[in-house]
Nanobody
């Protein structure tokens, strides 16, 4: 059974940092396209940062220079490092995985097959 489990959410002060983790089981993340999405109350789910299996990337303009994605192959886990957090980053964050995906579709939630349950990040003073 393919499964993604996020962790690492919580309360963060503006300007602070947080690292989210996404552990995969039932499949090897290295062979898949991976991404992080978020959904704030009353808003649609949006792509934050995605990397296709062939190395193409998508970064939301709002997180460029602040968020990075990485993988630990030995742990079959990927991470979202979030720096210089802002109140508008507050959202439920999801990790996702899928097979090959066209670069132009990376930002489309409907194109992703596997999702975690989400982890809440709240940026507030």
């Amino acid at each position: 059974q393919l499964q993604l489990v996020e962790s690492g959410g919580g309360l963060v002060q503006p300007g602070g940092s947080r690292r989210l983790s996404c552990a995969a089981s039932g499949f090897t993340l290295d062979y898949y396209s991976v991404g992080w999405f978020r959904q704030a109350p009353g808003k649609e789910r949006e792509a934050v940062l995605c990397i296709s299996s062939t190395g193409e990337t998508y970064y939301a303009d709002s997180v460029k220079g602040r968020f990075t994605i990485s993988r630990d192959s030995a742990k079959n886990t990927m991470y979202l490092q979030m720096n210089s957090l802002k109140p508008e980053d507050t959202a439920l964050y999801y990790c996702a995985a899928t097979g090959d995906i066209d670069q132009h579709l990376l930002r489309a939630p409907g194109e992703w097959d596997y999702w975690g349950q989400g982890t809440q990040v709240t940026v507030t003073s």
